[in-house]
């Protein structure tokens, strides 16, 4: 069925099952008979029933290659506008690293108003009016996930309405109802097999996309599943067509006989009934509510579509048998990547897989601290996936890297800075080095580890939550594996003025660039010369998540210099909680308003000016909103740390 695409003579006898279908001896034959049948004949459902009668095999390559010279204009058309913006982010990083706040005046402000216009109406701009990722909740215990972005919705309809004029584009004139019918299947069963292609590279973590054209994975993500439902529609379609001739030509009870002895029809079947499986648990209420169920069904589903829909094309050589077969290399490529990644980095043969040490923290988090045993680059606004074979068997889950140094040994005793008049904190600050946050190769003294803070919701994290709540002194030791990095595309080195939004364990994603813009301006390698970060926390307990780097930020040199901390406790045990300890670290009750501080902010900016948020989604909307209302104002860019599933 997918791409029945076999190059026959339509001559043959039309009772003969597509099981027994054999290539023509004629293959300039394409979807007209060498002979001239009269019109009852042509209108007969039996002729079109099965194999290549009717299909118009030379439109359908050519709807092919449209598909991928839009596929690559629209990679051309990002990388020429990242290109754009890194070449501009850099020149300016250079003219300012010497500047005074001063002489950074003039990319404080807009030099044209086109990409003002462009970011504030189509690339920062939400569907309506200001919901994007903020869920949409049916119930509390029912999401239905959230809504695209106007730029991702205006891809997502450009991309859909072009499959679905590809599919309708078929030749009426003159053909009677069975001939227009097998032109369908041909069709869509084509662009169902083609589009398998970058429906695969979509999904995976390694997508060599993700760093050339510097768009995240989770914008991917969310293309890889509408490109998933549309593929499913279209062998929905193929398999429809199919149908539709064979009842006609031999009613259902040749259709029941073609699928209990054709292995080509049980071949397709199968990829078909396993492709929607996969459509009916991809509604964002069963992802959520049983996410870890969904992942293992939809792999095995995944698995079964692309075994059903492989053999299927391949058992009579059909022309799009290739873009099935690079599916699969891309597949095992990413996995080859991957599974390279945890081996090299997290891998001796004489320990095993790195050590990794858990603490429980107050508000249900936890400190995650891991050994890595092999060079490592980190970059703020990294990302790992986390492999505990003792907490989730095979399963991995990303999360942020809060933090990442060289230290001679790592303990719980090193992991706690209340020992005696702070000289824990002093040890840890001596065993760190951070003017670039580049950690070459570990000595045999001196090793590297990562830190995560694990907040708990369901499955993986409750698990790691109780069983480290539970040890002694709330401290788990466990093996595991690291994969990564992965992220870090976005740079804040270029600007003057670097705001930064945090909601709860989003936290986590920005104090690495803290970090590294108060290292970069003691040093001179960086242009910003003001941060303000904005936490916002449920109630004091959670400043414990990352009290101890932190403590280590606020020792850093320049810092009074360049950092000013807002934080706001929505919920205070006590008003006497909530008091500013310093000029530079302010207190709050309440929630944060983005516009009354972005307001502030813009009118005492220095330079060109960014916005990032990490954290729940009406936080993000909600800034995001202020900042689109401002980037007129302003040399002003948004940036979104977001990881939806």
């Not at 606004?381 to 068997?393: A, E, M, Q, R, T």
């Not at 702070?422 to 950690?439: A, I, Q, Y």
Request: charged share 20%; with cysteine.
């Amino acid at each position: 069925m997918f791409g029945d695409l076999q190059r026959r003579s339509p001559t043959s006898d039309s009772q003969t099952s597509s099981s027994t279908i054999q290539p023509s001896s004629t293959p300039s034959s394409q979807t007209m008979p060498t002979s001239n049948p009269s019109s009852e004949a042509l209108s007969d459902p039996k002729l079109f029933s099965h194999g290549l009668a009717g299909v118009n095999l030379g439109m359908n390559d050519i709807f092919v290659k449209a598909l991928f010279v839009s596929f690559a204009a629209l990679c051309f058309i990002v990388l020429v506008a990242r290109l754009s913006q890194l070449g501009n982010a850099h020149l300016r990083r250079l003219f300012s690293l010497s500047a005074t706040g001063q002489q950074q005046r003039f990319w404080s402000r807009n030099q044209s108003r086109f990409w003002p216009n462009l970011k504030k109406h189509l690339i920062y701009a939400p569907l309506g009016k200001k919901r994007h990722n903020r869920e949409i909740q049916l119930s509390s215990a029912i999401n239905v996930g959230t809504l695209p972005s106007r730029f991702h919705a205006l891809l997502l309809t450009l991309c859909l309405l072009s499959n679905f004029a590809y599919c309708a584009a078929l030749n009426y004139k003159g053909k009677s109802k069975a001939e227009v019918i097998a032109q369908l299947r041909g069709r869509s069963g084509s662009l169902a097999a083609v589009n398998m292609m970058p429906l695969f590279v979509l999904a995976g973590r390694n997508n060599p996309l993700i760093r050339l054209l510097r768009v995240s994975f989770d914008t991917y993500n969310l293309l890889h599943r509408w490109m998933g439902r549309m593929v499913v529609l279209e062998a929905l379609v193929h398999t429809g067509a199919w149908m539709a001739n064979n009842v006609a030509a031999h009613g259902w009870e040749g259709v029941g006989h073609a699928i209990r002895t054709s292995p080509f029809v049980q071949l397709g079947l199968t990829g078909t009934v396993a492709m929607t499986f996969m459509l009916l648990q991809s509604p964002s209420a069963v992802r959520h509510a049983f996410y870890e169920t969904f992942l293992h069904l939809h792999q095995a589903a995944a698995l079964a579509a692309v075994i059903g829909v492989y053999f299927h094309i391949h058992m009579h050589a059909l022309p799009h048998l290739q873009y099935i077969q690079c599916a699969i290399a891309l597949w095992f490529i990413d996995r080859a990547f991957r599974f390279g990644r945890i081996f090299y980095r997290c891998w001796s043969w004489r320990e095993g897989f790195s050590t990794v040490n858990v603490e429980a923290l107050p508000g249900e988090a936890c400190r995650v601290t891991v050994e890595i045993r092999r060079p490592w680059r980190h970059q703020p606004g990294s990302h790992v996936f986390v492999y505990l074979p003792g907490i989730s068997y095979h399963q991995s889950h990303p999360f942020s890297v809060a933090w990442f140094e060289r230290r001679s040994n790592v303990s719980f005793d090193d992991l706690d800075d209340d020992d005696d008049n702070g000289k824990g904190r002093e040890k840890k600050r001596s065993m760190t080095t951070m003017s670039e946050l580049e950690l070459e190769q570990p000595s045999k003294q001196q090793k590297a580890y990562l830190s995560l803070v694990i907040q708990r919701r369901t499955g993986m994290t409750a698990k790691l939550y109780d069983r480290a709540a539970a040890a002694r002194g709330g401290r788990l030791t466990l093996r595991g594996a690291v994969e990564g990095p992965y992220g870090a595309l976005e740079s804040l080195k270029s600007y003057g003025t670097v705001v930064l939004f945090a909601g709860g364990i989003g936290i986590t994603h920005q104090v690495p660039h803290v970090r590294e813009l108060i290292a970069g301006y003691a040093n001179g390698t960086v242009a910003t010369r003001k941060v303000v970060l904005v936490w916002t926390v449920r109630t004091t307990e959670h400043l414990e998540w990352v009290r101890p780097w932190m403590d280590e930020i606020l020792q850093m040199p320049g810092r009074r210099e360049v950092l000013k901390i807002l934080l706001f406790v929505t919920k205070p045990k006590s008003p006497r909680e909530v008091i500013s300890p310093s000029a530079t670290v302010q207190m709050f009750p309440g929630r944060p308003q983005p516009e009354v501080i972005l307001d502030k902010e813009i009118e005492e900016r220095i330079g060109a000016m960014a916005v990032t948020v990490c954290g729940p989604g009406a936080l993000a909307d909600t800034v995001r909103h202020a900042t689109r209302r401002r980037v007129d104002v302003a040399s002003l860019d948004f940036i979104e740390e977001a990881f939806t599933w």
